[in-house]
């Protein structure tokens, strides 16, 4: 029998309170939906607004604001248009982050990491592009030193770097002092936050008010999550 | 049905082996009588055995009931958590009993099979989590009717009534569950007692009486006066039998009779006389 039960309940028991606003009015992370903006963009930072809101079925508008609200209260760090979680990503990778958020470009990605040395022929017919589109998003992710494209005289082939490995080792330890200064931001706010679990990929932490409590699980992996879909 | 060992001294005996597995065990006691600590003694018992342990705290945090099950010396748990093999759960009465009806079903279906322990410390907040008597017994029966299927659980209740288990919210768990256990701590006295009796217990003989017990810094609850030592006695159905083959009975009666004495004790007649049995039997057989 697999082990495990106990971590399971605790979600089960959990799950129930995600969605649901906390009595707390006035503190940023109180409100389900602004929890879901801010999980999101620790999954996929800079991601566009656009795709924040289809993704969560929230209009732009409502993401737009929730964003606004935790940047204003140091939760998440804009630069320009783009925001993500304050403390999580280097910020200098922002514009990195921001082109592997598209979903062309982040299917382009993992196409080339499951398979190095895919010809971008194979690419289109797997991720539905065209071969132009393909071909440019390439040349794009090359710009950035997340692939290496070659030319076999017969078929132009692309090759993942390590430049994603290395940058997500090299941020484990700031992920970890993000993680103690959500912590300290929270009790900040007054939201009671409590440690359940913490290693290299997630945080979780249940907060609340004393009368309600709810758990957010935070993925603290972005370097890999960002372009990794699950559908 | 399996026998799990309970992991209080002296209680295994009166339960005539320990307490059945994938059951459910309700503890009733007032406060100080020592309810947590035999859910914690059977808890770790079982992570001891290595099957996991949860713990689901409705009252106290869980901070304290760690930091006491230490103060017992029962540090090994501090282990058991790290390797997440024990699991504590804080909840309200309200969040575990929206637990109970939205979540369960697809945790059950996910876990069946599995031989966890499970506490739930104290399931009185989930009793009060509605105002309605049949709700509350619809969520409770459904409660121990899914919990078993994925462990052995254990629930620990107050007792709040000015008499014995009279309580209104200790009857509806009395009656759904298992195996009823009743922990009486008597402080008023200059002697303290304590006292614990196995109210009820499906499919398993048990101890009769109410047994003295001491909580032991180090061992936890520790039963006395458990005839676990003393050698069981097979007098009065020996006895029985013969007297059933010197009167003419139906065949098919007295093969069915024989066989039901197969494996019966003593202890199972508490102080029924052979020959008073067999009078009633024939009562019940001859002439028919």
């Known amino acids: 029998m697999a082990r495990g039960i106990g971590r399971a309940m605790q979600k089960a028991v959990a799950r129930e309170g995600l969605d649901v606003d906390l009595d707390a009015s006035g503190r940023s992370l109180a409100n389900a939906r602004r929890r879901q903006v801010f999980r999101y963009l620790c999954l996929r930072p800079c991601a566009r607004i656009g795709d924040v809101g289809r993704d969560l079925l929230m209009s732009q508008a409502t993401v737009r604001w929730h964003a606004w609200d935790l940047v204003e209260n140091r939760y998440l760090q804009a630069e320009g248009t783009r925001v993500f979680p304050l403390g999580l990503i280097e910020p200098a990778d922002a514009a990195l982050f921001a082109a592997i958020a598209s979903k062309g470009r982040a299917a382009v990605l993992a196409a080339a990491f499951e398979s190095p040395g895919i010809s971008l022929l194979e690419i289109a017919k797997r991720v539905a592009l065209t071969r132009q589109s393909v071909s440019k998003i390439a040349t794009e992710l090359s710009e950035f030193g997340l692939v290496r494209l070659a030319d076999d005289g017969r078929y132009r082939r692309l090759y993942p770097t390590d430049l994603l490995v290395r940058k997500r080792e090299a941020n484990r330890s700031r992920a970890a002092a993000f993680s103690e200064a959500l912590l300290r931001r929270m009790a900040e706010e007054g939201l009671s936050p409590e440690l359940m679990r913490k290693d290299e990929t997630t945080l979780s932490i249940r907060f609340g008010d004393g009368h309600r409590r709810v758990l957010l699980e935070i993925p603290l992996d972005p370097y890999a999550t960002a372009w990794m879909r699950s559908a | ?288």
């Open chain 2, 1 to 288: 049905m399996r026998k799990i060992r309970s992991g209080v001294y002296g209680l295994n005996p009166l339960l005539d082996g320990g307490v059945n597995e994938n059951s459910t065990t309700v503890v009733i006691g007032r406060s100080g009588a020592g309810k947590t600590t035999l859910a914690t003694q059977f808890i770790r018992r079982g992570l001891q055995d290595g099957q996991e342990g949860i713990f689901v705290s409705l009252d106290e945090n869980k901070e304290q009931i760690i930091r006491e099950a230490v103060e017992m010396g029962w540090s090994d748990i501090l282990e058991y958590l790290d390797d997440e093999l024990l699991v504590f759960i804080d909840a309200s009465g309200r969040e575990f009993s929206n637990f109970i009806r939205k979540e369960l079903p697809a945790f059950v279906a996910d876990w069946k099979g599995s031989t966890a322990r499970i506490v739930i410390d104290p399931l009185t907040p989930v009793l009060w989590s509605t105002k309605d008597l049949y709700e509350q017994r619809d969520l409770i029966g459904y409660m121990f009717k899914q919990t078993r299927k994925v462990g052995t659980v254990l629930c620990t209740l107050e007792e709040h009534g000015p008499a014995d288990l009279a309580g209104s919210e200790t009857v509806i768990p009395m009656y759904l569950a298992d195996c009823v256990v009743h922990l009486r701590f008597n402080s008023n006295d200059s002697d303290p007692s304590r006292l614990l009796k196995i109210v009820k217990c499906r499919n398993s003989r048990h101890s009769p009486s109410a047994h003295p017990f001491q909580i032991v810094r180090g061992l936890g609850i520790v039963v006395q006066g458990s005839d676990g030592g003393r050698p069981v006695t097979v007098k009065t159905p020996t006895q029985l039998r013969q007297l059933l083959l010197t009167r003419s009975l139906p065949k098919n009666v007295r093969e069915s009779l024989d066989k039901s004495l197969d494996g019966l004790t003593d202890a199972d007649f508490r102080g029924l006389k052979p020959e008073e049995i067999l009078e009633l039997i024939l009562q019940e057989y001859q002439g028919a």
